[in-house]
């Protein structure tokens, strides 16, 4: 029996839509604030943001970041959340959070996990003490984290995988599973409850689980078990699949996307929130995110370049100390990145920048209505104006939607 509509502790309004594509702009109104949308969240597993303080990420303009359920309940445990008072306190961070179920970790770490209709038993990664987590645990967990936006605990395996059955298999459990946490959640008029749409690759298998998911009317819908190594066409195509039979008046949550040109064509396809370690990650390895594309700048080549980071960039990295900021150039990043923590720091402040300052002008572009044109400077740009080397993925998949990046009409 389908359960009946859960209470909603937000509220979406939606701004507008690109005449052409999917896209959407709107402002997600939550418990700790509102947030614009599209939106990219960074990712603080652990309560942290590696790199960054909670005031510096703030300073970002960022109204909506992550944590994972997996890791806050091994540590620091749900006994010392409940007595501060939830993860906003433990981490002092006052806007809103959003917690990952822990269904994630059935993936990536399968080796230490156990999947059975009663949930995921682990062996915890600090010490090989076993551990069950149920949907209804999932959802305590995330009751005492006192997150904004909570995840059901859902079964993912790879896209990747061949076993049709078994993906049908866990299609059909995350189906159940969400009716538990609905069952469990303890507080709907205060933490918004997302359903995450499974079937891997199968068009199919999603239809029907988006069909299931959307009658059990959650505040809001996700999209996941993608970012798996799939090919890209087949992730565009499940996207497309699934935006296409979501409310309108939703928000809609793709998990684990992150590089630029995915934001960008993901946005075209009608999704709305997007999320990935990878900025903060690349930024450990001395990589950063331009508008050119990525930059290692552990390269030689950068040994003498006083430049900064990227050109026009208004993090506080690039800005000069004229205009406010540290004026850090790349010859300095090439010198400390792989001796320092300043280096990987100072990286993860301008990457996280890029991502924010990314989906504001995604947004701004939405509103303006001149979102393909938006898409196509963004890809003239990252690839040097050589079309050639466009990704035919990203180029089908805006052809799907009313855009022709190799047409010659201008791009701004």
């Known amino acids: 029996m389908t359960p009946g509509p859960m209470p909603s502790a937000l509220s979406f309004e939606l701004l507008g839509k690109c005449s052409v594509t999917k896209a959407r702009a709107a402002t997600l109104h939550l418990p700790h604030g509102p947030v614009p949308l599209p939106i990219f969240m960074p990712v603080a597993t652990q309560a942290s943001l590696k790199g960054l303080t909670p005031q510096q990420l703030e300073d970002q303009g960022c109204r909506l ?70 949907p209804e645990h999932s959802i305590s967990l995330q009751n005492s984290i006192g997150s904004d936006i909570i995840m059901q605990l859902d079964d993912v ?126 930024a450990r390895f001395g990589n950063a995110i331009t508008s050119a594309g990525v930059l290692n700048l552990r390269n030689a080549v950068y040994a003498n370049d006083f430049g900064p980071i990227e050109q026009g960039c208004q993090c ?37 920048h890029y991502q924010l300052t990314l989906m504001r002008l995604v947004r701004e572009a939405i509103l303006e209505d001149r979102y393909p044109q938006f898409a196509k400077g963004f890809f003239s740009k990252l690839y040097a104006g050589k079309q050639d080397m466009y990704p035919a993925w990203a180029v089908t998949a805006l052809r799907g939607v009313g855009v022709d990046l190799l047409s010659d009409s201008a791009a701004t």
């Open 157 to 282: 395996i790879a896209t990747t995988s061949p076993d049709h059955a078994r993906m049908n298999e866990a299609m059909e459990r995350s189906v159940r599973w969400l009716d538990r946490c609905i069952q469990a959640h303890k507080y709907p008029e205060r933490q918004n409850l997302f359903c995450i749409i499974q079937g891997g690759l199968d068009l199919d298998m999603r239809r029907d689980c988006t069909a299931q998911m959307v009658a059990r009317d959650t505040p809001g819908i996700a999209i996941g078990g993608l970012s798996g190594g799939e090919a890209k066409d087949e992730y565009c195509k499940v996207v497309r699949t699934c935006t296409e039979l979501l409310p309108e008046m939703k928000p809609r949550y793709v998990m684990g996307v992150g590089y630029p040109e995915d934001l960008v064509v993901s946005v075209a396809l009608g999704a709305d929130m997007f999320d990935c370690v990878w900025p903060t990650r690349t």
């Open 65 to 134: 970041c992550l944590n994972n359920t997996y890791h806050l309940g091994l540590k620091p445990g749900q006994a010392a959340l409940d007595a501060i008072g939830g993860a906003h306190k433990l981490q002092s961070w006052p806007h809103n959070l959003l917690t990952d179920s822990g269904g994630f970790q059935m993936v990536s770490l399968l080796k230490l996990a156990k999947v059975t209709e009663e949930g995921v038993r682990f062996l915890s990664p600090h010490d090989g003490s076993p551990m069950l987590l149920t």
């Open 316 to 352: 506080i990295c690039c800005r000069s100390p004229a205009q406010g900021g540290l004026g850090i150039t790349r010859a300095y990043i090439y010198h400390v990145t792989a001796k320092e923590t300043a280096g990987a720091h100072l990286l993860t402040m301008h990457n996280v």
